[in-house]
């Protein structure tokens, strides 16, 4: 996208496109968003954390 571009957006919109690609653990800018507003690395470390807990509690 050329500045341009971006300037032609609405603002609203581009807050919201802002917003999209943030993620919420880590504030990283990322071109893709998943889950819970995280990116992929933040959503994978979530899991782990899950399947400790898990793991802790079947044992
Ligand atoms: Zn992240």
Redesign the pocket.
């Known amino acids: 996208m050329t500045v341009a571009e971006l300037d032609a957006l609405p603002k609203e919109k581009i807050i919201n496109y802002e917003h999209k690609l943030t993620?919420?653990?880590?504030?990283?800018k990322?071109k893709q968003i998943y889950q819970y507003n995280?990116?992929k690395?933040?959503?994978v470390n979530q899991f782990r954390r899950l399947i400790k807990i898990i793991d802790s509690v079947r044992r």
């Open positions: 993620c919420a653990a880590c504030q990283q990322v995280l990116c690395k933040c959503l």
